[in-house]
């Protein structure tokens, strides 16, 4: 499945776990550090910089960029250390974020009220994604350095919805199906 951002109600619908996408647009980068940074500020009632309606965090904490390339290696980073912070960002719009690994329960039920999808990216291509991204620009907390939050314009940017709105679980479902093989 192809999506442009802004990311739709529409788009959410149409996903289901374990389907491949492929983003472009911009997507903004975020770890824990810039989280809770943003997860603060709209709890004191103040406006982000950057409007979440519609919009992909993905959590990587790039390297720096080589000659030539708009950003170094960025490979996800677990996706667990968000779950504290993701349902306020849903509340703002937030739609899908990416990662690696497994999420709480909590999160998943949240990301089904808020209509958000997890997706994931796979680990240890960091420098295989970053390809993908054809711009790479800090816009909030430069003194985070490489957990900043950057925004990416991405260019068919490959990941595998993991938890859908319907409660399709990737990895709850593909363990069941390889707890058949005898070991």
Known sequence: ???????????????????IVYITGTI??????????????????EKLPIDLNGQVIYYVGPTPAKEGRPIGSCG???SYRMDSYSTRLMQEGLKIMIGKGDRSDEFIKDMITYK????????GAGALLSRKVTQSEVVL????GA?????LQVKDFPAIVTYDIYGGNLIVDE???YKTIDF
Do not use: F, N
């Open 116 to 123: 958000g999808v997890y997706l994931q990216a796979v680990g």
């Open 76 to 78: 996800p980073t677990s």
């Open 175 to 177: 363990v069941k199906k």
């Open 147 to 151: 957990e900043a939050i950057y925004k």
């Open 1 to 19: 499945m192809k999506l442009t951002t802004p990311i739709l109600d529409k788009d959410i619908e149409l996903m289901k776990a374990g389907e």
């Open 141 to 144: 907390y430069h003194d985070l």
């Open 28 to 45: 903004y980068t975020g770890r824990d550090s810039a989280h809770k940074r943003m997860t603060e500020a709209l709890d004191r009632g």
